[in-house]
């Protein structure tokens, strides 16, 4: 009974923190929901293939390291500032180079970027917990896991999904930027500042048991790294909101949108007004439909957003009038 109870808490305590930080970082992109599908993929790819596939390259390393190393601080701060990040990173970041080139059309802003690498970072984060979690019981019971708990979830919780989003914002810029150097060099700039974030974590993770200072260092880059790129969330998210006022303008003249329709897309609060009082009247197919209405509205935005900055693209042209068709028609509906 009392290993059914422990292991019931450290599930709870190594996946539900995530969850949450999770559903926090899904809501900063207030205008343009991702599929759920994709978000869920994304998640699930940090949370198994990711951990798995750098196990696996790790535990190559290892074997040369423990015949060229003495075993002690020296090889466990190789195997911790070195040989994590290098192989756990770009294993992170694939699914996203895998959504880049299947579903590019999903990766509008680099707001975007950042939610699908931190959803990455959030699901490995929770199955590293779990190993972690699972130790600290052999060795100190609960209380040991409760302790352990406190740094993983609380102190350092938001790390992967701070590294992995480095990695998705590279990877948006890439996707948004009309620059061919930015197209080439953020996808590796993202990388590598994700990978070199984690090296400075787990240096001073790893030296905190000889000295306090390096931890103190790893605390700085981590939240300094957090709130920048909250930064660039709260940024992006507003000028998103302008793009939908700039372009969803001419979208009244052709008839897509309303003139009310315009003035409610705008804003995310007017949004969950309109669908909230849909569902206090019970009307849950309203509900539904307000809300693809919303999302394709913002899609068109975002596409003659697209417009603007590129130029002429047949593909883009080709999802601005079936954006424009889809709205018109549910416009009828509604």
């Excluded at 790790?58 to 003495?70: A, D, G, K, M, R």
């Excluded at 996707?175 to 197209?183: A, F, G």
């Excluded at 974590?201 to 000889?210: K, P, S």
Aim: charge should be positive; aromatic fraction near 12%; hydrophobic fraction near 55%.
């Amino acid at each position: 009974m009392e290993m059914l109870v422990a292991v019931a808490v450290i599930l709870i305590l190594a996946v539900v923190p995530m969850f949450l930080y999770a559903i926090v970082l899904w809501w900063f992109d207030r205008y343009e929901k991702e599929p759920l599908v994709l978000l869920v993929a994304a998640f699930l790819w940090g949370a198994v293939p990711a951990v798995v596939f750098s196990i696996i390259i790790q535990v190559l390393f290892n074997i040369p390291i423990s015949l060229l190393v003495e075993p002690g601080l020296g090889a466990e701060l190789l195997g911790a500032s070195l040989i994590a990040p290098i192989t756990e990173e770009p294993f992170k970041g694939l699914i996203l180079l895998l959504l880049l080139l299947l579903f590019r059309q999903e990766i509008d802003s680099p707001l975007d970027g950042i939610v699908y690498g931190g959803l990455v970072g959030f699901g490995f984060a929770a199955t590293e917990n779990l190993f972690y979690f699972f130790d600290a019981y052999g060795l100190g019971g609960l209380g040991g896991v409760l302790e352990l708990s406190f740094f993983r979830t609380l102190l350092f919780g938001l790390n992967h999904a701070l590294f992995t989003g480095c990695t998705g914002l590279g990877i948006a810029l890439a996707r948004t930027s009309p620059r061919w150097s930015v197209k080439i060099g953020g996808p590796i700039l993202g990388l590598a500042a994700g990978t070199a974030l984690h090296a400075i974590h787990n240096t001073g993770a790893t030296l905190a048991g000889a000295l306090c200072w390096p931890l103190l260092v790893s605390l700085v880059a981590d939240w300094g790294g957090v709130l920048t790129l909250v930064g660039i969330l709260i940024w992006t998210a507003n000028r998103e909101r302008v793009w939908i006022a700039r372009y969803l303008v001419e979208e009244i003249r052709v008839g897509a949108i309303g003139p009310r329709d315009y003035r409610v897309i705008q804003s995310y609060w007017r949004r969950v007004g309109q669908r909230a009082q849909a569902l206090a009247q019970g009307d849950f197919a309203r509900w539904r439909w307000l809300g693809r209405y919303y999302r394709l509205a913002t899609e068109l935005a975002f596409a003659k957003h697209r417009w603007a900055t590129f130029g002429p693209e047949r593909e883009t042209q080709a999802r601005i009038e079936r954006l424009r068709r889809e709205l018109y028609e549910l416009r009828k509906r509604l």
